[in-house]
């Protein structure tokens, strides 16, 4: 009687299906936190003006959204009280009080959280602080002449 080896016959194989699943599911990961981007978490409908825009692509940037929440770059400040948002501010800034400082207030925001930005800045020693504002519909429709 002979004996077979029944190893030769088994052929090794690499199933490629769940490594395909792995890698479809880690592009879709980095495609969708690819998009995220931090103007797109908060709604603001900002004041209008007229004016040139100024460069603040370095500017520390305050958000104050319509119902009086901060937030100070990508940090929200999660109480509303003058020291919150001081240490906040201080905390992101560091000991740079030359940085200008971009505060992006929505139209509708209540005007005590903006004074209450203005006073935590001011008292922080922050100098160079412009206002965010929307072009004017007016002012667009010159442009387009």
Known sequence: MRIRDHRADDEPE???????????????????TATFDSRSV??????????????????????????????VDDREVLRDDLESLKSTLAEVAGN?????????ADARTPHQAVVT???????LGFRRVMIA????????AGEAR
């Open 117 to 123: 930005a203005y006073d935590a800045l001011g008292q």
């Open 133 to 140: 504002t929307a072009p004017s519909p007016k002012a667009q």
């Open 96 to 104: 740079d009080r030359q940085r200008p400082v971009l505060l992006r």
């Open 14 to 32: 690499i199933n490629l299906v769940p490594l395909i699943d792995v890698i479809l599911v880690l592009i879709i990961f980095f495609v969708v």
């Open 42 to 71: 908060l709604k603001l409908e900002l004041p209008r003006a007229t004016g040139e825009p100024n460069d603040a692509s370095k500017a520390l940037s305050v958000l104050v959204n319509a119902d009086g929440r901060y937030f």
